[in-house]
Nanobody, 124 residues
Framework: VQLQASGGGLVQAGGSLRLSCAASGRTFSSYDMGWFRQAPGKEREFVGRISSSGGLTKYADGVKGRFTMSRDNAKNTVYLQMNSLKPEDTAVYYC??????????????????WGQGTLVTVSS
């Protein structure tokens, strides 16, 4: 599976952005998908995860209620809708695919395939 993240950019605090992650290959619908982010000088961290069917989602505490993941398996694409953005959301955002279906797999070590990242900058 090859992943291509897009949709990043510069936004003011309180604004919104939607990230997309397009996948190649016919097996996209069998993967759970995750979003991670890496802020300058920090380690990469878990943002959210969605099950292969889209029926289950899990979010990091810092984004709950502001970020929403969804997916369109017909389009081989997963989305991250980010609302009420804060300067601390500034980071490079990565999408990733996990072959193992599990609600609890939030470590980056669990993911098999990664996109190249898209930069989100939130100004104050």
């Amino acid at each position: 599976v090859q992943l291509q993240a897009s949709g990043g950019g510069l936004v003011q605090a309180g604004g919104s952005l939607r990230l997309s992650c397009a996948a190649s290959g016919r097996t996209f619908s069998s993967y759970d998908m995750g979003w991670f982010r890496q802020a300058p000088g920090k380690e990469r961290e878990f943002v959210g995860r969605i099950s292969s069917s889209g029926g289950l989602t899990k979010y990091a505490d810092g984004v709950k209620g502001r970020f929403t993941m969804s997916r369109d398996n017909a389009k081989n694409t997963v989305y991250l809708q980010m609302n009420s953005l804060k300067p601390e959301d500034t980071a490079v955002y990565y999408c990733a695919a996990d072959r193992v279906p599990s609600y609890f797999r939030v470590s980056e070590r669990n993911y098999d395939y990664w996109g190249q990242g898209t930069l989100v900058t939130v100004s104050s």
